[in-house]
């Protein structure tokens, strides 16, 4: 069981990339996937994250607007589209997940960083000024 992410880099401030987070071993549809970062001295914190089913969402304020979780219905990997990148947003980013009971649990829940319990190694974000 594991969670594989990719997709990171150096890019400018205004830039995109997309993050992917493929997921393994276990049967997803009862679980989400969440997006996490931790910048250097600063505690890891929520970004994103999206059931399996990709019905329910939930954002970070700061990146309401600029970046869209997704699921790909093609292969098991939630993907992270993130657009007009700030240098502040530079850290590694590390997708997550945990089991979560659609229709039972709100959108918020997603955001509570102590319930996930299955993670996945880190891909550095770099966003020059």
């Known amino acids: 069981v594991q969670l594989q992410a990719s997709g990171g880099g150096l890019v400018q401030a205004g830039g995109s990339l997309r993050l992917s987070c493929l997921a393994s071993?276990?049967?997803?549809?009862?679980?989400?996937v969440g997006w996490f970062r931790q910048a250097p001295g600063k505690e890891r914190e929520f970004v994103a994250a999206i059931s399996w089913s990709g019905d329910t969402t939930y954002y970070a304020d700061f990146v309401k607007g600029r970046f869209t979780i997704s699921r790909d219905n093609a292969k098991p990997t939630v993907n992270l589209q993130m657009n007009s990148l700030k240098p502040e947003d530079t850290a590694v980013y590390y997708c997550?997940?945990?089991?979560?009971?659609?229709?039972?649990?709100?959108?918020?829940?997603?955001?509570?960083?102590?319930?996930?319990?299955?993670w996945g190694q880190g891909t550095q974000v770099t966003v020059s000024s």
């Open positions: 997550a997940s945990r089991k979560f009971e659609e229709g039972f649990e709100t959108a918020q829940g997603l955001g509570v960083i102590a319930e996930y319990d299955l």
């Open positions: 071993g276990r049967t997803f549809s009862s679980y989400c």
